[in-house]
């Protein structure tokens, strides 16, 4: 395959697989799950430190090789994730925030409103700035004139392994903007994934459906072929659909007709 | 001196916010606020602490989307 690498916030990548953090039985799968993902981009969360205990540190179970990209999750509007990612960036991980601005507690749903503005701050203090979103055409453009590194839209809420529930509105995302799309919440099964991939999405997040699998480092190999398998399919072009059967063999000639 | 850390209030000899760390036992790569400023990584050792002062520290877990 030709080198089919991808551009973000100036860094080159050439796995289109982002992973998460979260909700793993045992974290010490993550260094696995991240080598067989091949993810190259890899988000935490930032919680305040339990004064009890010392808490498992995260950054230790991921390999120093991957961008880390710390979230907002937990952020309620776009101050909240401002400061967020401001003190993110202040522990010396490098610039890159994906911002998550939830004030729906029920579906986690992202504010756009307040997540273009937290965009158009963040990205004035020199951010790399990756958006979590619902996905609407008009505000994704607004987020890429900001100056966002890329647009995330939702496939279906967080968590919830329903798939591309927004399939139509993505695919409007990435006939229309020039940043890359990254499927961002929803995926459950690596079919979504390659199908996310075949609509032309430059990537995709996967967190819940690797974490919540009964093997995490084998759905995380599975994930990868997916994304691949669908990117390829993505590259070298999907035929047409039709309604009706178009023969693939030749109409002339059936045996039944020889005398 | 008296501080507020991450909501509770705590006695403390430290007098910077590395001090701070070391005494609560913090080892992870950590942000940290003082009084509503961000405080940079590489300057916790030279950051004076005072009394009554609201701290914040901030860990990176285990999280995501998706």
Known sequence: MVVDDFIVGGKTLSSRLFIGTGKFPDRRLIPDVIAESGSQVVTVALRRVNPESAEDNILSYVPDNVVLMPNTSGARNAEEAVRIARLARSAGCGNWIKIEITPDSTYLLPDNHETLLATQQLVKEGFVVLPYVMPDLVVARQLEDAGAAAVMPLGAPIGSNKGLKSRDFIAMLVEELSVPVVVDAGIGRPSEACEAMEMGCAAVLVNTAIASSENPVKMAKAFSEAVRAGRRAYLAGLGPVRDKAEASSPLTGFISSLE | ?66
């Open chain 2, 1 to 66: 001196m008296n501080l507020i850390v991450n909501g509770e209030s705590v006695e403390t000899k430290a007098k910077t916010v590395s001090e701070l760390l070391a005494e609560r036992g913090v080892t992870n790569r950590v942000a940290v606020e003082v009084d509503g400023h961000v405080v940079p990584y590489d300057e916790f050792s030279g950051y004076t602490l005072r009394e009554g002062s609201h701290v914040e520290i901030i860990a990176f877990v285990g999280g995501g989307c998706g």
